[in-house]
T-cell receptor
Framework: GQSLEQPSEVTAVEGAIVQINCTYQ??????LSWYQQHDGGAPTFLSY????GLEETGRFSSFLSRSDSYGYLLLQELQMKDSASYFC???????????FGAGTRLAVHP | DAGVIQSPRHEVTEMGQEVTLRCKPI?????LFWYRQTMMRGLELLIY????????DSGMPEDRFSAKMPNASFSTLKIQPSEPRDSAVYFC????????????FGPGTRLTVT
């Protein structure tokens, strides 16, 4: 089966850098996705890593190490609006199906 | 571009009543997913369709839940009879077949069963 582990909460201050880790166990690996969800909102897609290394999209970057079954989401120059839950996800049981982690709640303080 | 559309946004019903949630995926997307989100269980996949065909319904909690996709632009999730433990936010999401890792979620339906 598939399982993912990520910290439940992370706290940081505005302007700082924060890293949210995700470790996974899956049979057959096709890539690691990250989603953001604000309170009361819907999950929105942030990034996808199919290969090892760092993918950068503006202030957000995502890293994958397939040999370590590990990835992280790096958020730089934190802003208050980055306060949200962040989910890592892996395909499970086929290309279509995503299995989501329990989510990491990020609180950004002034 | 219209995103995934869900209705109703909020539903309050009494235990035992039938509830129907509706979803219109993004045009051109051929995969559709129904999720349920609660504090206790997180984001759970209930069922997904590919080209209108149900592929995996192993996440459907019990026979009280059913889902249909009669055409490429419409899907329903029905709960009959509803129970208080069904209270949750239900999301519909869609994606293209070649980019299933990038799913587009609707705004969700907040269901409260009293």
């Amino acid at each position: 089966g598939q399982s993912l582990e990520q910290p439940s909460e992370v706290t940081a201050v505005e302007g700082a850098i924060v890293q949210i880790n995700c470790t996974y166990q899956t049979s057959g690996f096709y890539g690691l996705s990250w989603y953001q969800q604000h309170d009361g909102g819907a999950p929105t897609f942030l990034s996808y890593n199919a290969l090892d290394g760092l993918e950068e999209t503006g202030r957000f970057s995502s890293f994958l190490s397939r040999s370590d079954s590990y990835g992280y989401l790096l958020l730089q120059e934190l802003q208050m609006k980055d306060s949200a839950s962040y989910f890592c996800a892996v395909p499970g049981g086929g290309y279509n199906k995503l299995i989501f982690g329990a989510g990491t709640r990020l609180a950004v303080h002034p | 571009d219209a995103g995934v559309i869900q209705s109703p946004r909020h539903e309050v019903t009494e235990m035992g009543q039938e509830v129907t949630l509706r979803c219109k995926p993004i045009s051109g997307h051929n995969s559709l997913f129904w999720y349920r989100q609660t504090m206790m269980r997180g984001l759970e996949l209930l069922i997904y369709f590919n080209n209108n065909v149900p592929i995996d319904d192993s996440g459907m909690p019990e026979d009280r839940f059913s889902a249909k996709m009669p055409n490429a632009s419409f899907s329903t999730l029905k709960i009959q009879p509803s129970e208080p433990r069904d209270s949750a936010v239900y999301f519909c999401a869609s994606s293209t077949r070649l980019a299933d890792y990038e799913q587009y979620f609707g705004p969700g339906t907040r269901l409260t069963v009293t």
